[in-house]
């Protein structure tokens, strides 16, 4: 295997050598997670998103893109049941728990009008005989350029216990104000035993470890994809290890907006600026002295559109007695054009990230 030494002096060999490597081509990796049932895509300015009826799975993950320039409102839907049988919890950009009973539908917004670009993603335990618990993470643009965006958490339930969902619409309620073309919805789900068939939704398009100690964990040149999801597990040397994005090696002033909540405190957000000196990116949280830390971030990469993103992170030192910090984040690349195809987390100073720390990207259309 052909070797090279990339920044931090990382080690890592082609991508066509890794794909051999580590079993990552269609042929050899089992057809057993995520498929895509039903996409539906809008042509044109519309008030509903409507999947029709789909194959019936154990589990289901959503993928909402909704271009809402014309601020719709947006309500989800399970069978066709518009009656009286939805509930949901949710908190709006780190304020109080606000609760709603006996509704039509699971609003998806923070309760108003859907201003901006948004990105959602519910994932729902499809079980016939019991309620329908979703975990939905909402993600507004609020504007483009520099502002930060707005975050939507919500937990929600469909009180059915006779049918699994076979059916989402996405209904707007809000009279002149239609989602707009281009609007998407993508329903992906799995049995807990899934058939080795067909193919996988997420495609893994990186996966890197180092192998001493570096200031960065890089993709390298990624395959362009619509959706993207990204874990890492970073193993700081010492502390100070903050934890940055970089796309497509953007590192100007000004490239990134976010806002993030750390163990539920108040709102933190950076709009358009750099927070931690001389390295330009978004600035995910995480600068104490923690000995593992676990991110997941979901990000729609849309062509031609702001690209949107989500993470969650945990993050403590080692032993029972030290109990676990979170961070909740969303935030967005200002760039419009083209798509990331470079993927970076980067300390701000000092080669921090240990050896075997690890980033692995995934992606699709």
Known sequence: MAIKHLAGDRLQGTAAERAALSGNTLGSIAQTSWKELDRVTLGSAADVLDTGTFAAKDNLMILLWVDASTAPYGNITFNGD?????????CSNGASDTTHTSQSGIDISSGGAMNHDYFVVLTIRNTASAEKLVICHSLEQDATGATSPNRVEIAAKWANTANQITRVELTNSRSGHDFASGSEMVILGCDDDEADSGTNFWQELSNTTTTVAANNINSGTITAKKYLMVDCHIIPTTNDSNTTIICNGDTAQGSYSMRRSYDGGNESTYAGTNPIGSTAGMYTGFGEN?????????????????????????????????????????????????????????????SHYGANSRMRVWGSD
Request: glycine letters at 10%; proline letters at 1%; hydrophobic letters at 30%.
């Open 290 to 350: 923690r000995t593992n830390l676990l991110m997941n971030t979901m990000i729609a990469n849309v062509s031609g559109k702001e690209k949107l993103m989500f993470w969650h992170m945990s993050h403590a030192l080692d032993g029972a007695t030290n109990e676990p910090h979170r961070t909740e984040g969303v935030g967005k690349w200002h760039t419009t054009s083209g798509q990331i195809t470079n993927f970076k987390i980067q300390t701000s100073t000092g």
């Open 82 to 90: 518009t009656g009286s049988n939805y509930a949901r919890r949710y």
